[in-house]
């Protein structure tokens, strides 16, 4: 692991190849669909398979999964012990891990405490509890300002937190991947658990807002 | 600013590409561009560190695509902008607006050959005299500013040595923000590459940096 | 690497531009690569690790000017270029070469499913008792590797302290390189945001990072 | 220190409206400003001829070869370098306060600015396009060895490298190694041999062909 590593020439390698990217025409609705057929050709992809997979990311995952482990958690005390001490398996119970979300954590908003995530060095999400993840959480802007003026990112989402809340910030590192369970509101005493599921949303799950009643 | 042009240490960019009897330029628009930048009217006061601040604000992918003298050119419209002194609709029509009376004080020929030799410099003479010692083990600051600096994030947090005193100088992290020259002493500081780059970098390599007197503070 | 992937902390990128009512894809292409990334083969050697580092290999004009549908776009032909899995000519045409035997092992619809539930698991046993305790203090150690690394450079030097160990997990600075997923324990780490990035930070905050033990000294 | 971006940054299309060909960009802005009375293209003419044609390498040469042969030069030089160029008369723009750094068998010099492009134009003229391009600016502190190595030269271990970056207004001169053979040699033959390259710190100078023989 030195900067003389043994992965210089490997990297070399692969930074030749991306060389042909300034040959290619730049729309890249053109380049893919090229690329699509050139794969069915050579037999490494069905196209129907693709269909599958656009149908799981539009309609099967999404920020509803998330939503219902944060209403359970609400509702549930005992789950909530559950899936504050070990999220995997808590998460698990409701048969909702999967691909770049096997290994999880859920971390607690509280009056004192607020969490937000994010990958500073690609785009980790937890993809089967909040489906893919939106354009801004990929960005540039997001990436390099969440940990260093996480505070003035929270504001530009609307959410301004008084100085004696401690922000945690989690950088995605490793595939260990992360589930705010953002404070239950006020007022949503009489709430069943499927109306409560309603309220959540993908941003409070991320942590760069508030679930509001 | 932490942005894409501070670039010590990092990877990625590939081999350094020299090219042998490279010309002063490459095609004739970047003379123009060059002489423009270098021989047209300022703002009053305008402090030279505002235009390499300028040209760090420039967005990262442009920074990194757009040649040397492109992003002078964009570093001029930006200056000229922020100053009044053009619009960005002649800047896009290329001509003034109508009525524009045309100044005259532009920089003649026969005076350039002066301005490039003029001595005109940021060395400031200072009352106070110099918080470090030659020798002194001093440790850069950690610290992010949002504006303007010359201290680059490789350096920062680290140990090093003084090696030079330069008297004082005008500082960049205020001039560049029309916040007045500011002087403080400059120093010349040793950094090894160990403390820099970690175990792995050569034990007998140096890196030395001129940091302003508000960078460090004692090791 | 110190790519430009490395963005914790960096200026100049401009504000957070959330998307009221985001779909999940902004055209019909982006939903056809995430397909191609699920659904195609790719050569064994292309594990997530190296995945990721053929993304931060892309040229940095185009990390930061191309969205994100499309480095997978141009990571996956750099995966196909690199392993010959295609010719850059095929890339070019969108057709097979003459006399290429068409493949009939690709992931059929109804494996979909079951791929998005079991796959990315990457907890591994390691034998060795852990190094670091829970509260422990640690330094994330100065390293600049020119390979794949999940250390980023702004805690690199700084000190934290361990939160949670996570058991062993797939070393990504090795697998990423075809050298074994060499699995060792994670921990996760608390830094001050003083810490990180100096006195001017906010005193309440913190940023914690997923770190394996080789990134890890006592301090 | 301070916020005050310039406008583009709220408004980030609106620097695509100029034209994107730099020739164009340059000639559009050219125009403008002379209608304006803010340059005249005269001015550009004598800058263009004297970076062309009056100031460049030869000018660092002059120097490097008065050191190599009058020891009291260069004993001034290496001390107060300004003082001493001031009287030559190359002092003036990006030339205003020098240091020169002595290359020995033990030592080896190497300049870069890492942060912009800082460059001893009154002493090289204009920098090359290499020194301002990203590659060096980001590698030359990291891996210098790696960078001279492709530039062919190769360091022994026992040498120390010193990577002078250029972050204030200090510009730095490498006073390279006299070549051995080249004792019969006059000034002015031995100012031909030093090149840019050497005074920069990525080459050594090279006896002449017929010296080495």
């Not at chain 2, 505002?50 to 420039?58: A, G, K, V």
């Not at chain 4, 000018?59 to 009287?87: C, H, M, N, Q, Y």
């Not at chain 4, 912009?116 to 980001?138: E, F, N, Q, V």
Request: charged share 25%.
């Amino acid at each position: 692991m030195s900067q003389h590593s043994h992965g210089r020439d490997d990297s070399a390698k692969i930074a030749d190849h991306h060389h042909i990217h300034s040959e290619l025409p730049s729309d890249p609705a053109l380049r893919v669909k090229a690329l699509e057929s050139l794969l069915a050709e050579k037999g490494l992809v069905d196209p129907a398979t693709i269909d599958a997979w656009v149908e799981i990311y539009e309609s099967k995952i999404g920020p509803r999964h998330g939503a219902k482990v944060v209403a359970k958690a609400w509702v549930d005390p005992a789950y909530k012990q559950r899936l504050l001490t070990d999220a995997t398996k808590a998460i698990g119970e409701l048969d909702m891990l999967g691909g770049q979300g096997q290994h999880m954590v859920a971390l607690e908003n509280t009056p004192g405490v607020h969490n937000l995530v994010v990958c500073t060095l690609c785009s980790c999400y937890p993809l089967p509890v909040l489906g893919l993840p939106p354009a801004w959480y990929k960005s540039a802007p997001y990436r390099s300002r969440a940990v260093l003026d996480p505070r003035g990112v929270l504001k530009e989402f609307g959410l301004e937190l008084p100085e004696h809340v401690k922000i945690r910030v989690w950088d995605s590192t490793a595939e260990v991947r992360y589930l705010v369970l953002p404070e239950r509101p006020a007022g949503t005493e009489k709430l069943t658990e499927e109306q409560l599921a309603a309220l959540v949303t993908r941003d409070a799950m991320i942590g760069v807002a508030k679930v509001t009643a | 600013m932490n942005s894409i042009h501070d670039m010590g240490g990092m990877h990625g960019f590939g081999r350094v590409e020299a090219e042998p009897n490279e010309p002063p330029f490459h095609e004739r628009w970047e003379g123009r561009a060059g002489g423009i930048v270098e021989t047209m009217s300022f703002p009053p006061g305008f402090p030279g560190d505002r235009f390499r601040y300028l040209r760090e604000t420039l967005r990262p992918d442009l920074y990194l695509t757009q040649s040397y003298y492109e992003q002078w050119l964009y570093v001029a419209e930006q200056i000229l902008l922020e100053a009044g002194m053009i619009s960005a609709q002649e800047l896009r029509d290329g001509r003034p607006a109508a009525g524009e009376a045309k100044r005259n004080d532009a920089m003649r020929r026969d005076v350039v050959w002066d301005y490039l030799h003029d001595r005109t410099h940021t060395g400031r003479k200072l009352e106070q005299g110099p918080c470090f010692a030659i020798d002194q083990r001093i440790r850069a600051r950690n610290m992010q500013p949002e504006g303007h600096t010359r201290l680059p994030r490789y350096a920062r947090g680290k140990i090093g040595t003084v090696t030079r005193h330069h008297g004082g100088h005008v500082l960049p992290d205020a001039h560049a923000h029309w916040q007045g020259p500011a002087p403080q002493h400059l120093y010349t500081v040793r950094f090894t590459a160990r403390e820099l780059w970690g175990e792995a970098a050569n034990a007998r390599d140096t890196i030395h940096l001129d940091l302003w007197e508000s960078y460090l503070e004692p090791a | 690497m110190n790519g430009v992937h490395d963005m914790g902390g960096m200026h100049g990128h401009g504000p957070v531009a959330p998307e009221k009512g985001e779909p999940v894809f902004h055209a019909r292409w982006e939903a056809r690569m995430l397909g191609i990334r699920r659904g195609a083969t790719f050569p064994s050697e292309v594990n997530i690790d190296r995945w990721r580092h053929i993304r931060e290999l892309i040229p940095p004009h185009l990390y930061l000017s191309r969205s994100y549908y499309d480095h997978w776009y141009m990571s996956y032909v750099a995966a196909l270029l690199q392993s010959g899995w295609a010719t850059a000519e095929e890339i070019k045409s969108g057709h097979a070469g003459s006399g290429t035997a068409k493949r009939n092992d690709a992931m059929r619809p109804d494996q979909a499913w079951e791929s998005q539930k079991t796959r990315g698991v990457f907890t591994r046993a390691v034998e060795t008792p852990p190094l670091f305790a829970m509260g422990q203090r640690v330094r994330a150690r100065n390293i600049n590797p020119s390979g794949h690394t999940r250390l980023p450079r702004y805690v690199r030097g700084r000190v934290g302290i361990v939160g949670r160990h996570h058991g062993g997990h797939v070393l990504p600075d090795s697998n990423a390189h075809g050298k074994g997923e060499a699995p060792e324990h994670l921990y996760t780490v608390a830094f001050s945001m003083q810490e990180l990035w100096g006195a001017e930070a906010s005193p309440h905050d913190e940023i914690c990072a997923d770190l394996w033990e080789s990134y890890l000294e006592p301090a | 220190m301070l916020k005050d971006h310039p406008h583009h940054h709220d408004h980030p299309r609106a620097h695509s409206e100029v034209p994107s060909d730099p020739a164009l960009r340059t000639k559009t802005l050219e125009s403008l400003l002379t209608e304006k009375g803010l340059v005249d293209p005269a001015a550009i003419d004598a800058w263009v001829d004297a970076y062309e044609k009056k100031i460049g390498p030869r000018r660092g040469a002059a120097i490097v070869a008065r050191a190599w042969v009058d020891p009291a030069f260069k004993a001034r030089l290496l001390s107060d370098a300004t003082g001493t160029i001031e009287t030559v008369g190359f002092l003036g723009r990006e030339a205003q306060h020098v240091v020169v750094l002595e290359n020995t068998p033990a030592i080896h010099n190497l300049v870069v600015c890492t942060l912009c492009s800082c460059y001893p134009w009154g002493l090289l003229g204009l920098p090359p396009r290499w020194y301002k391009a990203a590659p060096y600016r980001a590698r030359s502190v990291m891996d210098p060895r790696r960078v001279l190595a492709e530039f062919g030269l190769a360091l022994g271990e026992e040498v120390e490298v010193r990577v002078w970056d250029s972050t204030a207004e200090i510009r730095y001169l490498v006073l390279p190694e006299r070549p051995a053979g080249t004792d019969g040699l006059s000034e002015a033959e031995l100012a031909a041999l030093v090149t840019r390259d050497a005074m920069i710190g990525v080459a050594k100078v090279e006896a002449p062909k017929e010296a080495k023989a």
